[in-house]
């Protein structure tokens, strides 16, 4: 039987709100080495976002390489990275042939010799057990030529095309190479496919800091670009777990500790993938069951619409920091322009099971970051392989609490009393006006483990959007949120919209590439 770990947007040396979380990426590391010596897992790939920034800090690489060694002390015989659109392809490959002869496969960039994107992997005895089409984030400037003078729908859909063809081009190249082996070795090999993309219908939440990475053309990339003849996708990108198109076999793992408050409620899941599995676990009954999210404290708001990325709402380039100037800090951070989802929205999850920490009984068990190990959600792919999805721990809770100004109190009191350690986001949307919200919620907090990390003033908000002002906070602001305001504040006409953002991102993108 052979064993694969799909995992992805890790994002090493993310801040939220400026709070560094290396201890939380330590934990999290830990607990899956602590998952591929107790699963015996054979392979462990990560589809994409390796790090939150093309430059990450040094604690995040010393994470990274301290993880790698680490691995090659356990019976993982073979890691597979691929790059995702925050990493510099250039810094993951720069150590590629050295970590080669570990047998850890790095993939930055789309390669010139398209079947270095196949890799054969072998058991223990030196046949081949797994073929790999390890497909990074394609970016535009790889799989579109530039033509004079093309229109917007032009660039789409050659966008589109690039990526399908790449697709088509690799997954014939790993089949040729499967029948090859089928032919020599009497017996098949499996494929898994890798990407690092947005498909249609992908599910994401406000405020995940996701990236839109193929502007307009979203809609066009489907699950019909992976090859029906491949056993497994293993995708990265967007933050939420979920399958694609209804198709079991082609899965987003998410990323593995919550990137924001508006992920706060979901399950963080790795998945397990068994080729060969034996008849026992096969036999055993399926488990898709779903669970009501509901926070620490307060009762769950009503549930929202949740977002799905478009053009008009691009997001390309969020979280990259931005010079500070006087100016800038002299923007209010209380009162916010913000038209967002409920980061307290619950929703029900493509698969989920129960969980104490969302629940509201968070044990001493998941706080100090230990789980039992087994699966939560069970998918029975062909007669001879599984899918087990394992749930991650929470290591540093998090929570937003809203509400009036006694229900955030009383919130306060009962987390107060917990002795638990939460960062907290802090959102008042009572009428009364409370206008020393920040002093009276650092008097509640003081003497105790709970730390506030952002504080939302939704009455001075609405006090704000019915005078017609613009004060946004610089931490809430993206590039491309910068320009959006600017077309506003210009008053530009709908039908150039759609011009200016292509030039725009065009900008982004080189300005990106020069990182490389």
């Not at 790698?68 to 890691?79: A, E, G, I, K, P």
């Not at 939440?205 to 489907?222: C, H, K, N, P, T």
């Not at 937003?400 to 919130?411: A, E, F, N, P, Y």
């Not at 005078?467 to 491309?480: F, G, H, K, V």
Request: proline content about 5%; glycine content about 6%; charged content about 20%.
């Amino acid at each position: 039987m052979l064993t694969l770990l799909h995992t992805s947007d890790w994002h090493l040396g993310r801040r939220l709100y400026g709070k560094p979380r290396y201890d939380e990426f330590k934990q999290f590391l830990d607990w899956q080495l602590q998952t591929l010596r107790e699963q015996k897992v054979d392979v462990l790939l990560i589809a994409g976002d390796i790090f939150d920034t093309t430059a990450p800090s040094n604690q995040a690489q010393n994470l990274y390489y301290d993880f790698l060694s680490q691995v090659c002390d356990t019976d993982c015989r073979h890691v597979i990275i691929v790059a995702g659109n925050h990493d510099s392809a250039s810094f993951l490959e720069a150590p590629k042939q050295l970590l080669k002869a570990f047998n850890i496969h790095i993939i930055g960039s789309m390669t010139d010799t398209p079947t270095d994107e196949v890799i054969t992997l072998s058991d223990k005895a030196g046949q081949p057990e797994l073929i790999v089409m390890a497909v990074p984030y394609l970016r535009d400037r790889d799989v579109r030529t530039v033509g004079h003078g093309e229109r917007l729908d032009d660039k789409e859909r050659k966008l589109a095309q690039g990526i399908k063809t790449h697709y088509a081009q690799i997954a014939d190249i790993a089949i040729a190479q499967q029948a090859q082996l089928h032919a020599k070795y009497k017996r098949s090999i499996p494929i898994v496919a890798t990407g690092h993309l947005f498909t249609v219908g992908g599910q994401t939440m406000e405020g995940d800091g996701v990236r839109d990475l193929y502007v307009g053309s979203l809609g066009s990339i489907g699950a019909e670009i992976f090859h029906p003849q491949i056993d497994y996708v293993a995708l990265g990108h967007l933050h939420i777990p979920q399958a694609v198109g209804g198709q079991p076999h082609i899965r987003y793992a998410g990323s593995p500790i919550a990137m924001g408050f508006s992920e706060s409620r979901q399950q963080k899941q790795v998945h397990l993938l068994r080729f060969d599995a034996n008849p026992d676990l096969l036999s055993q009954p399926l488990q898709t069951l779903t669970i009501q999210k509901k926070p620490l404290v307060s009762a769950p708001t009503p549930v929202n619409k949740r977002k799905r990325m478009s053009h008009t709402s691009m997001d390309l380039f969020a979280e990259v920091e931005l010079p500070e100037s006087p100016m800038l800090k002299a923007i209010n951070a209380e009162a916010e322009i913000e038209v967002a989802i409920d980061a307290q929205a619950s929703y029900k999850a493509q698969y989920d099971t129960p969980s104490d920490h969302l629940s509201g009984q968070m044990s001493e068990q998941k706080l100090s970051g230990q789980s039992s190990g087994q699966p939560y959600n069970v998918a029975k792919l062909s007669d001879t392989t599984l899918l087990q999805s394992l749930p991650v721990p929470v290591f540093q809770p998090i929570q937003t609490l809203r509400g009036d100004w006694q229900t955030i109190k009383t919130s306060l009191h009962s987390l107060k009393n917990s002795q638990q350690s939460v960062w907290l986001e802090v959102v008042y949307d009572g009428e009364e006006v409370v206008g020393d919200l920040s002093e009276k919620i650092a008097e509640l907090v003081n003497d105790s483990r709970l730390e506030v990390l952002r504080i939302k003033n939704q009455q001075k908000r609405d006090q704000v959007m019915q005078s017609q002002r613009m004060d946004e906070s610089l931490e809430e602001l993206n590039p491309t949120q910068v320009f959006e305001r600017c077309l506003i504040a210009h008053q530009v006409l709908e039908e150039q919209k759609p011009m200016l953002w292509s030039k725009y991102t065009e900008v982004l993108e080189s300005l990106q590439g020069g990182q490389q």
